[in-house]
């Protein structure tokens, strides 16, 4: 199985900090979000990772190359200035993606959530993990009946960012802009998206102050 990483957000929200460079080398714990990822992929077994990234990409690749450091093989998907979004990004990276099945994380979360146990996955469209809301986001995204996502439920989840998909789930999207979360609720809707619920360590890096209070949380305490 494959995996990629999407790296091509703006990144507005961090102000200054992403003024010269990509939300996706920010760091926490001394290390790039970005690194940390790619260190947990390597150590869950993937040999082979896909990095979409938009303005500032060059520097992405300047510091990771061929990614070799970490014993993977990485294939970069640019998009210019201008993002694709979630489901267009995938949708770009297509062809590097190969036939089956593949993870897909967001560069813009931290989490100690294992990627090995995602690789047996083969679902009809996604499967997607779920974490409990965070402050920012008390109403969730979705329900969970077992292993099937819903649209509804007693209790809603936040989508992690994480999951895996089908080659299939964005073939007839064109090529361009795209969300993700439209695709996800059409599929909901005809039963064809499980989940799962991890209650691990898991973090929406997404303004400056929840960096920080990350960064802070992974150095090593004098």
């Not at 790296?7 to 992403?18: D, K």
């Not at 590097?96 to 690789?119: K, Q, Y």
Request: with cysteine.
């Amino acid at each position: 199985m494959r995996a990629m990483i999407l790296a091509a957000g703006l990144g507005t929200r961090m102000g200054a900090l992403t003024d010269n460079a990509p939300k996706a080398l920010l760091r926490v714990g001394g290390k790039p979000l970005l690194q940390l990822h790619l260190e947990s992929l390597a150590r869950s077994g993937f040999r082979d990772v896909v990095i979409n990234h938009g303005r500032f990409g060059a520097q992405i690749e300047a510091l990771f190359g061929c990614g070799r450091t970490f014993g993977l093989t990485i294939h970069y998907s640019a998009e210019g200035d201008e993002p694709l979004e979630t489901a267009g990004g995938i949708r770009r990276a297509l062809p590097l993606l190969g036939r089956g099945p593949f993870l897909v994380v967001n560069a813009d979360v931290w989490t100690d959530f294992d990627f090995a146990s995602l690789r047996s996955r083969i679902p009809a469209a996604a499967h997607i993990v779920l974490v409990p809301n965070p402050d920012h986001h008390a109403k969730g995204d979705f329900g969970l009946a077992g292993m099937q996502v819903t649209e509804s439920g007693a209790t809603r989840l936040t989508y992690s960012g994480i999951g895996v998909f089908h080659p299939q789930f964005f073939q007839r999207l064109e090529e361009g802009r795209a969300p993700l979360a439209p695709l996800l609720r059409e599929a909901i809707g005809q039963g064809k998206v499980t989940g799962e619920y991890f209650t691990g360590q898991w973090f929406d890096v997404g303004t400056p102050d929840r960096l920080d209070r990350i960064d802070q949380g992974l150095r090593p305490k004098s």
